[in-house]
DNA sequence: TATGAATGAGAATTCATTCAT
DNA sequence: AATGAATGAATTCTCATTCAT
């Protein structure tokens, strides 16, 4: 019963100081970055020795590793219902748009931090972590494609080469978060910003006829 | 008493060890990181000796400056033509755009190791570097948003938020690049690559009806 | 979570640590010199890790800074009574002042090593020990000057630049220490040197009746 | 003909570089202290090239060596007429002790730097420059010790330990010296000073009645 | 489990010295 | 003879990692 307690006491500690060095060290890769970051200046910061540190993560790289997966987690755990109901009038596919890119942008605002980490860090730290992001920025692009695809299929898109463009609005997409995290959009609000990349990515640069009516054009 | 010859002679003796260097530092950041890279990689790869890397530059650091100023200043020279002759009619839009395009992936192509360096590495060795960088995505950016405003202007293109829009062209432009440059492009060739962006970017993905006889639209 | 006793425990190792290092490069000064030392002599001489050097100094030369403030602390405590009780008869003065550099020579023993290198090496370190040391001097000099002036004041020494002759007599004094920490000493004794040190600072050169009976001069 | 005149412009040249790069050395041995001296700096303000410190000297250490050989040299020959004549009363014994060390004084003020050089540094370089600056002061110091010999022997002054006291008369020297040297004199000017000093070390500091009449004291 | 002093391998950096011109 | 670019041995210094408490 007691070494129970005991046991269960133990852990809830060694967790709580997992969590304070993976704060920790959130807040000094973005104050520092990663490669100016020492494994002391992260125990400073959460307010552990040294040793402690070793008891956790093998190493820094190890530490972000963390970082990144439970990143990637909660980031997928919330996307999940992006594919929930599929669009069926051209209005709709614009609304279900904005909708999974402004619940999206909500998602990675709640990660700031670590998510403006990952666009300039990780792919500078090794091969295996630029690849690992690829491979989630890939993810995202398959998410995208699939929607589009669906759209041509429905006859609301019209025929490209979807996985082409899926890349460049993923590559849209990194760009405005980027410059949104940083302060720098260049748009009033995220709002606008959002309904902007949405016009354009439905309807490109080029100057047409107004009157759309959602119906899908007659082909 | 130095002669005249003596001085040519050492300056370009010391020259030539200089580029010896900036080539070497090239290819030991590719292969392996610019973080993982030791002074000692550097001067082996060059071979020269450890002190006369001290010579001509001050750290790791600055090899780097070196090469992106280098290649920044060779991407503007060639950049400057980009908008040379503006367009009159839709089609010369598309095909101006598309010269530009082909272009400057020429020009970044046959920079590749540094590209790739820069896509990779810059914006994570520290702030600095990180803006400077930013400031030359803004300054493609700018470049792009001025062709969209005149086309704008001359009714070639629909008004939006241009500022916005040359931005995220500039994502997309970025991520294609890297996908690229790493071997990883959704296209059978660059040039079908380029003719989805450039396709994609003036029409979106929006399907209407087909026939544009490249007039302006009554408006 | 750091228990008392662990506290306390490693400061101690610490403190030990620290005088085995201040030991080390003592001995290693006095050996080969303050600028031929290397850092890497004085932790094999303290049997310490390079490492542990610089947990404790930052520099070569902060470990000179701390054994010089531990020598000059040292003998700044000793010094103390020095003008503990003043004399009143010619003979008392002279035997107090025996006293006094008889007290200090045996301090200055005891510290025979630091000493030596002080006087062979602080001026020559830099400005700032330079400065320091000279402080020392003139803090002695400024020590024996009141004495000076109180014998002065009492008719037991003739009017004099007091602050001059202060001066002059630390010269001496450093000069015969420094014959006597070298073995040079010109004197079968350490007495019998400051027997004529004495002598000489009371009564000159100049050859004169001799009997003196205590008694100040009537004027 | 014409290559014997070639040989003496380049023995002449020659010679003029040797010069320059010992003031440079004395300047910025001066400025900097002889340890934190490199050889870039001293040709730096010579104004020549790296290499050709090498055709004049093997080290720092050796134009030290050179310059402390011309201090000496050019001391010792000024120093010669010291025991010219020797005095016969007791005021000439103090006139020609004022003389020579007011000659003296001019000497080494005239090679100020150098021989601040000299008190600060030269033992600090290693034990034979030690030595060899304890040569001469000690040369000086048996100089001196001649001269009080001489005044004993004729009765002019007390029987001492002269070897002491020409060694303490030294250190007086070398304390009054340094502080002359760095402008912290105790006394007005530095006649003053050296009237103090002759007094003190002919009389002491003890008070006695004031007549002397110069006549050797009856025995 | 947590700690922080100690460690030492390894990297950066300096600078006296060489040597081709 | 003079030069100054190149050199690399030698040192300092850092910091991830260990380990005794």
């Given at each position: 019963m007691?070494?129970?307690?005991?046991?269960?006491?133990?852990?809830?500690r060694k967790a709580r100081t997992r969590e304070k060095l993976l704060d920790a060290a959130t807040k000094v890769f973005m104050r520092d970055g990663f490669h100016a970051t020492l494994i002391s200046d992260i125990v400073a910061e959460a307010?552990?020795?040294?040793g402690t540190f070793y008891r956790h993560f093998q190493s820094k790289r190890e530490v972000f590793e963390a970082l990144l997966e439970r990143l990637v987690s909660r980031l997928l755990v919330q996307f999940q219902p992006m594919n929930d109901q599929l669009p069926s009038t051209?209005?709709?596919y614009i609304e279900a748009s904005r909708g999974v890119v402004t619940r999206m942008a909500g998602i990675l605002e709640?990660?700031?931090?670590?998510v403006l980490l990952v666009l300039r860090e990780a792919a500078a730290i090794d091969r295996a972590f630029e690849a690992k992001v690829e491979e989630?920025?890939?993810?995202?692009?398959?998410?995208?494609?699939?929607f589009i695809d669906h759209a041509v299929r429905t006859g609301f898109a019209r025929?490209?080469?979807?996985?082409?463009?899926?890349q460049a609005l993923v590559g849209m997409g990194l760009r405005l978060l980027r410059l949104w995290l940083t302060n720098r959009l260049p748009a009033p609000t995220v709002e606008d910003a959002l309904s902007e990349?949405?016009?354009?990515?439905?309807?490109?640069?080029?100057?047409?006829?107004?009157?759309?009516?959602?119906?899908?054009?007659?082909?």
């Open positions: 007691t070494s129970d307690t005991r046991q269960q006491v133990d852990e809830a307010g552990v020795g040294q051209f209005e709709e709640s990660h700031r931090d670590m989630v920025y890939d993810s995202f692009a398959l998410q995208t494609q699939l025929p490209c080469h979807t996985q082409a463009v899926s990349f949405i016009e354009f990515a439905f309807r490109g640069m080029e100057a047409r006829p107004a009157g759309r009516d959602g119906a899908p054009p007659a082909i």
